[in-house]
């Protein structure tokens, strides 16, 4: 067996531990009773450890340096170099630095459930500071070893190629012309009459419409479910992936949405080429990608106009309330585009969201690259929210810079790959229009040429390509944020 | 770390793995879409080849022999023999006649699924030759290791300490009975006015139905859950256990009874000593105690009079239906006390049960020890069949030596079990009757004193005694199918 045979096979071993991994953590998500919880914790941790052993044992750099170049494929070039990164993210942070990340950001992130509640910083920040300290050394370790700042290495775990420098153009860019555009926004909203949702729409009646809306999706259930959980997400694997929602008796709106969204996560994994099925080749291309594909779902589709018109009908039928005027097409419509300055990230729209990026991604870079000091969070935090949407969160902890659960557990680099997401979104959607009448598509129903663009130059070539070059053979360019601002200037103003 | 706290530590390792095994499994029966099956069973089959692998770890011959007996507790004592009891039946078969094995019993039951139906012997014999054929290697290989005949040798994997002799002896004094008493049931039956289900009974309200049910056996919800699946079964870890059945929308009675069946296993599970999680001394004691407590349930609790009231009460509010004679107390007592003669051992009421059982023992206890060959098991089927129901099989092999599908993988010496169960189950509560009072205890709703009774005797005890040590301290004796004639006496004379 060659040394790229023996690293294939390693692979994919590795892949069957993290399959089980995957549906034990579906599992405990959507399934699992409160006393589970101890039990699987263990089983879970064992998987890790189990599959961290694997993924750096000494063999593997004997077979990546034995494995003879010349004698491979392209296609076998991109699967080597991505288990070669896969290894170097694995073996890259010494296992007692992993250790006691892991142990400073299961505290930080338990006890800031309770603080964030309690509006407690000065409790928080004492956590925080260890988790800060460790990500900055994970950060100093990966930059000395991958050549790039602190916080660009950090950002390479899950956007790589990605580096501050392009998205502090990217994100300037935005910056110069998303405030103004929300005021217009905001303005031209003032004169729509919207009717907000008062009835009651049961979880059982929401999910069979969120099934039918899957089936309008073309999400393929012989290889995937949709089931309930706290939180919504897209688990399981590309042969099996299972989606989430979390059904509000009182409003539709919100789980309908996060079904089309978790939609487009999963018609990615499902569309994973299967040559490469179990390799890390074969798997999507970052987080950022990920998202692109639930936002075009989410924003490019099922925010538009012919596609709220089914929404409407499908709506209307299910909850047999066909002269109910919240279900009406402009209302929908309307409840599906309306803008609103808020303090909380989850619950922005379309529009103000990136403000909500850019700031995070400002603050965690200076914090990472040791411009700031964690205990200046909550400053920058105020001013960034007033100068982006204009309102303050002096004092305001648990709307403010405790928001959100990332930073508890030292997921720094993250936040970036939404907003990446919803641009490369706008980006295929404009290179997509050359060649797909996507309006005629939606309204005709099947879907499929729309989707066949996606498989084509998205979801069949996994990470088979560096993101720029992606990005650049779907839509000849890398990304450019013009296509995000005309999307947003063309639905908001 | 002292050699015996290396193996406890091993095998809770092990066990880990085997959590993850475990929902796997269950989630394959109960969620999973079909397309999701092939990297399942892939996923599936890496852990149980990891799992064997830390089961023959060399290091464990050392850990076994190095441990200072004398410095062990009484359980420490217990643990250690059922850690080198899992490890022996590991190591005692070499690894390719297990591969061996789990090729050809896959070949043979996957074209069992479909030759079944056809009724074709023929077909079937060629497939099974050589299951039967790897199943004696087998035996032939622990025989020498335990110094048991072949078949005891494959009994001890599901049933330790219990050997043909005793069941022979048990067996031989049930046949002088039971033919006479069904007989006399079915005479006493035709007097009987019955009324079957006829209606429609919604799976949804079945479910809720089972869930109060539940609730009345004290299912602890906390660590458990009801699902679907096409078989019903027990599954999921001890923590978390996850009982499945299946509805059938034009009869009500079997899916519950199910329930009332499974609950049995699952409060085993649950009831298993925290203290020994995770070890081999911690696990249920055998197939045949397990079947105790699930035949304890169903039969001495499930079908009693003063349960079925309760089932009565429950069932007419449930389907709304108080005036519906088929839910009457009298009406559902006789249907879950009905005795027919019928060629299906899993269709089969408690009174013809052991009939199934004992011809199926006799049969493969045989063809085990070469007294037999496996071309004669359909003839002696009939033979047997028809002195024991009065019914033949001649050229009907679907309904006769191919019904079941222990067979077809090797499963020889799970048979006993279910009637072992089912004598055990009778012993208790004739035990039970002399401090509790259990029809108060039923009739009351408050069915605590029963549970306490069972978790003091066989819940609490998991493993840390030999089964007869553990049914002598339960009862006062080793079975005795005296017990379990007197209970279907009483019940159906």
New interface residues.
């Given amino acids: 067996m060659s040394d790229y045979d023996k690293l294939t096979a390693h692979y994919q071993?590795i892949n069957?531990?993290a399959?089980?991994?995957s549906?034990?953590g579906w599992?405990a998500a959507a399934?699992?009773?409160?006393?589970?919880n101890?039990?699987?914790g263990?089983?879970m941790?064992?998987?890790s450890v189990?599959i961290h052993r694997l993924s750096t044992q000494p063999q593997l750099a004997d077979w990546f340096s034995g494995v003879e170049q010349a004698a491979l494929t392209t296609e076998q070039k991109a699967s080597l170099r991505e288990m070669k990164r896969s290894w170097q993210h694995a073996t890259l942070v010494p296992e007692d630095l992993v250790q006691a990340q892991s142990v400073a950001g299961s505290k930080c992130e338990h006890a800031w459930r309770t603080q964030r509640q309690e509006n407690d910083w000065v409790g928080f920040e004492k956590n925080w500071k260890e988790v800060v300290t460790l990500s900055r050394e994970e950060a100093k370790i990966r930059s000395e070893a991958l050549g790039l700042t602190p916080y660009d290495a950090m950002l390479d775990k899950f956007e790589p190629g990605t580096s501050s420098e392009s998205l502090n153009t990217l994100f300037s860019d935005v910056k110069t012309w998303l405030p103004e555009l929300i005021e217009k926004a905001l303005d031209k909203q003032k004169s729509s009459n919207i009717i907000m949702p008062s009835g009651t729409y049961p979880a059982e009646t929401q999910k069979a419409l969120g099934l039918e809306v899957m089936k309008l999706l073309k999400f393929?259930?012989?290889?995937?479910?949709l089931d309930q959980s706290v939180h919504p997400f897209c688990g399981g694997?590309?042969?099996?992936v299972r989606i989430t929602t979390r059904y509000d008796e009182q409003d539709f709106v919100q789980a309908l949405m996060g079904i089309v969204h978790e939609t487009g996560h999963a018609r990615y994994e499902q569309g994973l080429p299967k040559a490469y099925?179990?390799l890390p080749v074969g798997e999507a291309r970052s987080m950022g990608i990920h998202e692109s594909q639930s936002l075009f779902f989410e924003m490019q589709v099922g925010r538009s106009k012919p596609f709220v018109s089914h929404l409407s009908r499908l709506s209307k039928d299910a909850f047999n309330a066909h002269q109910d005027p919240v279900f009406a097409e402009e209302n929908l419509s309307q409840l599906y585009t309306r803008v609103e300055k808020g303090f909380i990230r989850v619950d922005a729209d379309e529009l103000t969201y990136p403000a909500h990026v850019i700031l995070r991604y400002e603050i965690e870079r200076d914090l990472i690259n040791g411009v700031i000091e964690h205990t200046d969070v909550p400053e920058l935090w105020d001013e960034k929210m007033k100068a982006a949407l204009g309102i303050s969160t002096k004092g305001n902890y648990k709307n403010g810079c405790m928001q959100d659960i990332h930073w508890t557990d030292g997921a720094f680099g993250y936040f970036p790959s939404y907003t990446l997401g919803a641009m490369y979104a706008a980006q295929y959607k404009a290179k997509m229009t050359q060649t797909v009448d996507i309006d005629a598509a939606i309204q005709s129903g099947d879907l499929s040429p729309i989707f066949q663009w996606l498989s084509d130059n998205i979801w069949s070539q996994a990470s088979l390509h560096t993101t720029d070059e992606l990005v650049t053979r779907a839509t000849g360019e890398v990304l450019n944020a013009a296509h995000f601002r005309k999307h947003l200037e063309q639905r908001y103003l």
Same sequence: chains 1, 2.
């Fill in positions: 071993t069957r531990f399959h089980a991994q549906m034990l599992d399934n699992m009773p409160s006393g589970g101890d039990a699987r263990d089983a941790a064992e998987l189990h393929d259930f012989d290889h995937g479910r694997v590309p042969t099996d099925a179990g």
